[in-house]
């Protein structure tokens, strides 16, 4: 199969489908409640205030130094930013056959790469530490599905390494059973099963059938009802899918849905030029130089 050419390039920040289990087991820790602190570092960085949404995170990890969730958050700031730097938070990205499929022109920042990898070992170090004392920590299952899946859209969108994209997918995958197993209301992680079941569902079916064969499944119109769980039950990601659900939405002309979703966020984050630009274009309306991210 040639993987060059049929990449799951929004397979972004988690895993491959998965469903949940009836369980329970209540997560107390901060990815599964609102952390102050750490929500005014997701706003940062949903606003593209980068260095200041790192600055959030990181005081808040020195104080909470066995929590993996900082480490995390630590790593989709960087990885966030490298999204938004190579253009890929667009519908410029996103309506371009040929960027959706292959990936970025060119290679990524290799000192913003290096630290976001760096943040990730250490995020999966701490959340291994947390499955030895207990193997069903939502907190370290959430840590790891995040660290596994980010990992697989860095692999798959930058560094176009679509073997290596797909082992950390399946990684992903299986954390992700075992999380919403125990924790059935991380609305969050459907970000995860919602991107995956999108992307995959948008290639062609010969690719399909291959990733099918080794497991892995795709559905667009599960995939955008996934995404609307996130955006009507997430904590931190809800601002993350609605980006993804009004880009999908614009590939599938659903242009009342993408408005809506652009119009909220360019009122939640007035501060990016992102969202109103692509409000704007969602609009249909000429976007001014100055407009553009």
């Known amino acids: 199969m040639r993987w060059r050419t049929h990449s799951a390039v929004w ?24 952390v102050p602190e750490l929500a005014s570092g997701f706003h940062l960085l949903y606003a593209q205030d980068f260095s200041q949404a790192r600055e959030k995170f990181d005081n808040w990890e020195l104080q909470h130094p066995e929590e ?33 499929l292959h990936g970025i022109e060119g290679k990524p ?10 943040a990730l070992n250490q995020a999966r170090k701490l959340a291994k530490n947390r499955l030895a004392k207990n193997n069903r920590d939502p ?17 798959m969108i930058l560094n176009k390494q679509h073997l290596d994209s797909l082992k950390r997918l399946k990684e992903a995958n299986e954390y992700a059973k075992s999380l919403l197993r125990e924790q059935p209301d991380a609305n969050d992680a459907y970000v995860a099963l919602g991107s995956a079941n999108y992307i995959i569902g948008s290639l062609s079916g010969g690719a399909r059938f291959m990733l099918w064969f080794g497991g ?49 966020l360019s009122e939640d984050y007035p501060e990016s030029s992102l969202y109103t630009a692509e409000y704007a274009k969602a609009m249909g309306r000429i976007i001014p130089a100055h407009m553009h991210p």
């Open 11 to 34: 397979v972004l920040l988690f895993a491959a489908a998965a469903y949940p289990a009836s369980s329970n087991q209540d997560g107390d820790g901060p990815a599964f409640k609102t």
């Open 68 to 100: 993996p969730f900082g480490e995390v958050a630590v790593a989709a700031s960087y990885l966030f930013e490298e999204l938004f730097r190579q253009g890929v938070l667009s519908s410029d990205f996103f309506l371009n056959e040929k960027r959706f």
């Open 109 to 118: 920042d290799p000192g913003r790469m290096k630290s976001f990898q760096d």
């Open 139 to 155: 907190e370290a299952l959430f840590a790891l599905t995040l660290a596994a899946g980010m990992e697989s859209n860095a692999d």
């Open 216 to 264: 892995i499944h795709g559905d667009k119109k599960l995939g955008m009802a996934q995404l609307g769980k996130t955006i009507d039950g997430g904590r931190y990601l809800q601002p993350f899918a609605k980006i993804l659900l009004a880009l999908a939405a614009r590939r599938e002309k659903q242009d009342v849905v993408a408005q809506k979703l652009l119009r909220e």
